[in-house]
C-alpha cells in the first residue's frame, strides 16, 4: 500500500468518525461577528494554524481549498466571499465531502447569512485539480503538502500555481523541522499520512515554491507545534516540530531572485529626513520599514554605520518594501 493509499484511509476513518486532534493540534477559532462554526467542525478540524486571513480576502475573490476536513475554513473562507461557488473544496475521499456536506447544513441552521452553495465542494485530488487555468484569486491548503514526497509535492505546488490567477496568492499551513524528519523517522506510511514524516526546514519549504515559479513569498507566522519522542512515535530521537503559515504570491520571479520575507525590519537612525537606496526603497529616519531577506542583504553590503536590520521574526503582515 502506497503512503497516499494510507492517508486515504486514514482521513476516510476521520471522516466516518471525528478524530479529534487526528494530526494536528487544536488552535483558536476566529472570532467574527455572526459567525458560528459547529461543534463538530471543530472536532473535524485536522490543521495546524490558519489559512484565513482578512488582508487576502478582499473584493469577493474566488478561493479554492484542497482537503477539506469537516469544512470549518471553507466556512470561514464563505463568510468574506458570501457568493454562490464563491469557494471551491476539493478532496480525494468521498466520505469527508459527505461529511463536510452534512456540517454545512448545520451551518446554515446555525448562521443566517451561510448558505450551502456558497461552497462548491469537488471530488479530486491535489496532483490533478479539477479546476480551470488561471481562474483562482485565493488557493489554500492545511496540513497536507507536507504529506508529499518530493515528486509529489512539486506536482502538488505546479497545479496550485497553474490554476492561480497573476498575483493570485497560494495560502498554506504545515509543521516544519529545522533538520529533515524522514532521516530520524523509521519508515512509517501511517505517519506520513499524518502529516508528521514529510516536515521539511523552512529553507527547503520556500525553494519548493519559488522552484515553481512564485515570486514573492511571506512567512506570516512561525510558532511551537509538538514534540515526536520515541516513547510515543516511531522515531529514534526526539524532535521538535513547529507550526508555519506562508502565502505564496504568482508575482513575476525578479531578475535577481525572489523576494521572500522572513519578518526583517530596517531602520535608518543617521543625521538625514530619509535614506534612499536609489533602488526603491526609501527608510524614513527612526521609522522601521519591513524588508525582504534579499533587500536586507543588499543594505547590510552597503557597509553603513546607521541603517540597523533586525533578525528574522518569522512574522510578516504585509507592507514593506517591495
Not at 472570532?31 to 471543530?42: A, F, N, R, S, V
Not at 492545511?142 to 518530493?150: E, P, Q, T, Y
Not at 516536515?199 to 515554491?209: H, N, Q, T
Amino acid at each position: 500500500m502506497s503512503y497516499l493509499d494510507t492517508t486515504h484511509d486514514v482521513y476516510k476513518e476521520a471522516a466516518l468518525t471525528p478524530d479529534v486532534g487526528l494530526c494536528c493540534t487544536t488552535n483558536p477559532i476566529w472570532e467574527l461577528p455572526g459567525l458560528k462554526i459547529p461543534k463538530i467542525m471543530q472536532e473535524m478540524n485536522y490543521g495546524c494554524g490558519s489559512t484565513v486571513n482578512a488582508r487576502d480576502l478582499t473584493n469577493t475573490p474566488k478561493i479554492l481549498y484542497v482537503g477539506v476536513g469537516g469544512g470549518m475554513e471553507l466556512l470561514q473562507f464563505a463568510y468574506f466571499s458570501r457568493q454562490k461557488s464563491g469557494v471551491i473544496g476539493v478532496d480525494v475521499v468521498k466520505e469527508m465531502l459527505e461529511a463536510s456536506r452534512k456540517n454545512f447544513k448545520e451551518a446554515e441552521e446555525q448562521n443566517d447569512w451561510f448558505k450551502s452553495e456558497f461552497v462548491d465542494l469537488r471530488h479530486g485530488d491535489a496532483l490533478h485539480l479539477p479546476v480551470d487555468d488561471n481562474s483562482i484569486d485565493v488557493a489554500a491548503q492545511n496540513c497536507l503538502f507536507n504529506i508529499f514526497k518530493a515528486e509529489d509535492l512539486r506536482k502538488a505546488i505546479e497545479e496550485m500555481y497553474r490554476v492561480l490567477k497573476p498575483h493570485g496568492r497560494l495560502v498554506m499551513s504545515d509543521p516544519t523541522c529545522e533538520q529533515p524528519m524522514n532521516d530520524n523517522l523509521r519508515n512509517d506510511e501511517r505517519l506520513r499520512a499524518l502529516c508528521l514524516s514529510g516536515s521539511l526546514p523552512i529553507a527547503e519549504y520556500v525553494k519548493a515554491l519559488t522552484d515553481v515559479g512564485f515570486g514573492t513569498i511571506e512567512i506570516r507566522a512561525r510558532k511551537p507545534y509538538r514534540i515526536l519522542d520515541p516513547n510515543h512515535y516511531d522515531t529514534n530521537e526526539l524532535i521538535y516540530i513547529e507550526s508555519i503559515e506562508v502565502a505564496a504570491i504568482k508575482d513575476p520571479m525578479p531578475a535577481d531572485g525572489p523576494c521572500v520575507f522572513t519578518g526583517k525590519a530596517a531602520i535608518y537612525y543617521g543625521d538625514q529626513d530619509y535614506f534612499d537606496d536609489k533602488k526603491g526603497h526609501v527608510l524614513l529616519k527612526n521609522q522601521p520599514i519591513a524588508i525582504c531577506d534579499k533587500t536586507a542583504g543588499a543594505l547590510t553590503s552597503l557597509g553603513r554605520n546607521d541603517i540597523f536590520i533586525s533578525e528574522s521574526t518569522y512574522h510578516y503582515d504585509g507592507g514593506g518594501c517591495c
